[in-house]
């Protein structure tokens, strides 16, 4: 089969190599032959090597998690030689014509081809699995920190859970008119110290009683959120740490009774996964505005650095294995 395999920084080698051992392989295993991949911000810092070279250079077709396929072969009663599945694959190493998932990170999809479509059940999995720790929230003021994949999914999802107020916020005008469009309320490019003026004035001086942070791999997110929530209000953190020790205002969280929520993946996949593509489904998230960019596998390097670039409106990138050459 085709693969990748990181060699080192920003550096991607095309490798041929023998397809997963299935016949090995655990009770409740697939085999799926990958047809679409997207990039997710928490594959970065191995592409760019923030994180140490020993964590992925002895891994191959590593990083990708967010995978649609068909069943080429099945060790599980849930799933049939033929299914399109969206699923997660072992060792997140998506980046390969096939690779391995277990049955219990994985779901069906509609078989009609749409890929492009199904392949967002993923992150919308992980943002329900988010939003079920704060649960309903009717009325309420939401400041969504990030507009990426993740942070427009928490948009809807807050427009979906009820909430009155919803103030999206990202440096992108491109991004923004996205999320205005599938729930937001307000949209404010603001990233000094007008934001806090700004939310203020459109939450009229109450705090937000919820803020996402959907940005990650930096610090000062996190201490905006702290600063934006209201007393006893909630955090709920998505964005990925690239350090094991952050510096917080710990001080102000303590002080207003607020809760600080960390999130990563969803660890009731069958259901939040299943969720996911029901909403889809049923209109209920509208996704397509998201795959903003295709590349054919053979120019995967050109994939990963539009993405980490942010240049031409991008917002999901997609990776077309049907497409290798």
């Given at each position: 089969?085709?693969g ?8 991607f080698?095309l ?13 409740g295993?697939?085999?799926?032959k ?12 191995y ?7 020993s ?9 990708a998690?967010?995978c ?14 033929g299914d399109?599945?969206?699923?997660q694959?072992d060792?997140?190493a ?6 391995m998932?277990?049955?219990w ?10 890929w492009?479509k199904?392949?967002?059940?993923q992150?919308l ?10 649960g309903?929230?009717?009325?309420q ?12 999914l ?5 427009a979906?859970?009820?909430a ?9 005008p ?9 729930g ?9 110290e ?8 459109i939450?009229q001086?109450?705090g937000?009683d ?11 997110t996190l ?5 934006l929530?209201k007393?006893s ?12 020790v ?5 001080s102000?969280?303590f002080?207003?009774?607020?809760h ?15 969720l996911?593509v ?14 903003t960019?295709?590349?054919?596998f053979?120019?995967?390097k050109?994939?990963?650095d ?8 991008v917002?999901?990138?997609m ?7």
């Amino acid at each position: 089969m085709f693969g990748a395999k990181l060699t080192g920084p920003r550096q991607f080698e095309l490798i041929h190599r023998p397809a997963p051992d299935f016949e090995s392989a655990e009770p409740g295993s697939i085999l799926v032959k990958t047809h679409r991949a997207t990039i997710c911000g928490s594959d970065m810092p191995y592409y760019l090597g923030v994180h140490g070279p020993s964590q992925y250079m002895a891994q191959e077709c590593f990083p990708a998690h967010e995978c649609v396929g068909e069943v080429v072969a099945t060790h599980s009663d849930q799933f049939a030689v033929g299914d399109a599945v969206m699923s997660q694959p072992d060792a997140f190493a998506g980046l390969g014509q096939y690779y391995m998932a277990r049955d219990w990170r994985s779901v069906k999809i509609p078989n009609d081809g749409d890929w492009n479509k199904w392949v967002v059940a993923q992150p919308l999995g992980t943002v329900i699995w988010g939003m079920r720790k704060v649960g309903a929230l009717f009325h309420q003021r939401v400041v969504v920190l990030g507009q990426g994949a993740i942070g427009l999914l928490a948009t809807q999802m807050a427009a979906n859970l009820g909430a009155s107020t919803i103030i999206a916020v990202d440096p992108h005008p491109y991004r923004l008119d996205v999320a205005a469009a599938t729930g937001a309320t307000h949209t404010l490019t603001h990233t000094d110290e007008s934001l806090y003026r700004a939310v203020n004035e459109i939450v009229q001086g109450q705090g937000a009683d919820l803020v996402v942070e959907a940005v990650g791999h930096q610090k000062e997110t996190l201490n905006t959120a702290i600063r934006l929530v209201k007393h006893s209000g909630t955090i709920l953190a998505f964005g990925v740490p690239d350090e094991n020790v952050y510096p917080i205002l710990y001080s102000e969280l303590f002080r207003k009774n607020a809760h600080l929520i960390t999130t990563v993946t969803a660890t009731d996949m069958p259901k939040d996964f299943a969720l996911a593509v029901q909403l889809i489904k049923a209109g209920r998230i509208n996704v397509t505005p998201f795959v903003t960019h295709e590349f054919p596998f053979s120019r995967l390097k050109e994939a990963f650095d539009l993405f980490h670039e942010r240049r031409d409106g991008v917002i999901k990138v997609m990776i077309n294995y049907d497409q290798a050459e």
